[in-house]
């Protein structure tokens, strides 16, 4: 299943909404712009939707009052993610309030443990 890229603008709309906060990092996520605080992600964007990681009042509200739907890549839900309505995404100064929510959500979380790297297998010769 190949997944579509996200558009340019939809790129800028989620850069300009994207914490100043030094802790606020971006990586990429499933090949998608996303951000990071502590080594957890609080938001990014998926083919065409921009997706955020919630505590669970502001999920409900997102979810019950605007219409949120379910962040499911790949067919399987991601607990406590939602793919932001489009009335949200066009609103910049909503979208900056809420991808804010997520990263204090997020940043309050606890810091996740750093993997060692994996050993390299001996080759035979």
Do not use: C
């Amino acid at each position: 299943m190949k997944m579509e890229k996200s558009s340019p603008q939809l790129e800028q709309i989620f850069e300009a909404a994207f914490p100043d906060d030094p802790r606020a990092e971006h990586r990429k996520m499933f090949g998608f712009p996303s951000g990071v605080v502590n080594g957890n992600m609080f938001g990014g964007l998926f083919e065409h939707d921009v997706v955020l990681r919630l505590g669970a009042a502001d999920l409900s509200l997102m979810v019950n009052d605007y219409g949120a739907g379910q962040f499911e890549p790949m067919g399987k839900a991601m607990k406590g993610y939602v793919t932001v309505p489009a009335a949200i995404v066009q609103e910049p100064e909503r979208l900056r309030e809420w991808v804010q929510r997520a990263f204090e959500f997020v940043a309050a979380l606890p810091a996740k443990e750093k993997k060692p790297p994996k050993a390299k297998k001996a080759v035979a010769r």
